[in-house]
């Protein structure tokens, strides 16, 4: 019976041992961090006018040189300034709980390798206010993310930032997927051009719309809500030349004029390019939301 009990202390032991050298940091003590500071830097977020990532995924800088958020690399163009008002609300709010690892062989378990790892930089008023490493998402409630300075091994457990809301897998969802935004009370007539038939419906004194002396009917009314939030599906990195023959055209006169440029594609399942003048941008859409727009007469007039 004795050597039953001093055989499960023996493998009670062994366990012990075991789970030590699993669960501790070698070569340090956690329970010896000590906790000196509670933020990396103290932020203005109305003074922030500039955010640098640079990340294996891609090098991004976006800035607000001109009164909104702007993409200025790796191309230029608009970008949602909701979304980085929320990068620089959870850089403000960021506020470190704990020391996690002080080994620097720990380094890559929390996200800090060359492909995981982003460094993100932030500026105040144009000028630097600070530059640190962000790891992965951590487990557990909250938003929480581990994050290190750059010339420590210190690794943090940092609560109030997002990693997502950083770091995107593909650059182009930083675009501002809205093509055009055009008031339904502002247009005053559509053109619809293509290869079979090309007609206008335009609006008269009383704000009525129609097609010559045919009113138009509820199908309108649809293309009006679309060209109020008319978004894109895609983007494209390719270009058009000006003597591209587009399959459809639509031409919307308001307070300015818009031609939006429709060219087919021979695909499966089919899309369409969308390309603006003035703007060097080209757009895909699926072909069931692109058909919202490129309605017929006869589906305008519902009849």
Known sequence: MKSKTYLYLGILAALLIAAYFLTTDRGEKTSSYKLTEKKLFDLDSAKVDKIEVKHSGGDLIISKATGEWRIESPFQYRTVSANVENIVGGLKNLKIESIVSTNPGKKDTYGFTET????????????????????????GGGIQTYIKKTDSDNIYLADGLDRNNVVKTNMNEWKDKNIISIPKQGVNSVEFISSGETFTVSK?????????????????????NLLQKFDTNNFRDTTLSEQTNFTEKIIVNGPEKTQINFLKLDTAPAKYLVKLNGDNQIYELDEGYAKNLLKTKKEILGR
């Open 116 to 139: 995981d790892q982003a460094e993100v930089s932030v500026y105040e008023s144009g000028v630097l206010k600070g530059t640190f490493l962000l790891g992965k998402s951590a487990q």
């Open 204 to 224: 008269d004194s009383s704000g009525k719309f129609s097609i010559g002396s045919d009113t138009v009917g509820t199908a309108f009314d649809g293309i009006l």
